[in-house]
């Protein structure tokens, strides 16, 4: 394959740099849970962190309803303590985001996050309504998060175990 911004020395000498880097991202990918394959391979559902022998018709529901119950509740104290509010909330299907915060400050959540420990789901919902505050990543936004919750580096680490794919 040939880039055509690039000769193949340019791009071998970036991939020689970003070895490392490329080689722990794919250590990590293999190294995440996957809902789906705990559910096939061994009956059981990833819940709150834990394996689980829960008797179920449809693992797509059982997220579903377990997250979109798990949030509200959730989402309800937190928005309290950190006098934020959502204009909207919404529950999807996704691949590689846990949740979302929009310019009009509508959260979405995927549909997987009941498969975290309460600790994480906890982190990636401070993690959203303090976008409603800081649409980006920078100083302000963690200083806000670590006002909520000083463990939040903990939580992201902890997180990197996990994907919010049902099929990953």
């Not at 022998?53 to 979109?68: P, V």
């Not at 100083?139 to 992201?156: A, D, G, L, V």
Request: with cysteine; glycine share 2%; charged share 25%.
């Amino acid at each position: 394959m040939k880039n055509p911004n690039y000769s193949l020395k340019k791009v071998q000498e970036i991939v020689s740099i970003k070895a490392k880097w490329i080689y722990t991202k794919v250590t990590n990918l293999t190294h995440k849970l996957s809902i789906h394959e705990i559910y096939e391979n061994e009956g059981k559902v990833l819940y709150l962190g834990s394996k689980e022998t829960i008797q179920i018709k449809n693992l797509e529901d059982f997220y579903r309803k377990t997250t979109k119950d798990m949030v509200l509740r959730e989402l309800k104290d937190i928005s309290q303590k950190m006098l934020l509010n959502p204009t909207k909330i919404s529950f999807r299907k996704t691949k590689n985001r846990w949740g979302s915060c929009n310019h009009k400050n509508e959260l979405s959540f995927a549909i997987t996050l009941s498969q975290l420990p309460i600790e994480g789901i906890r982190y990636i919902i401070t993690h959203e309504l303090a976008h409603i505050l800081h649409k980006n990543h920078q100083r302000q936004f963690y200083s806000t998060i670590k006002k909520f919750m000083p463990n939040y580096k903990s939580q992201e680490l902890i997180i990197k175990n996990y994907s919010p794919s049902l099929f990953f």
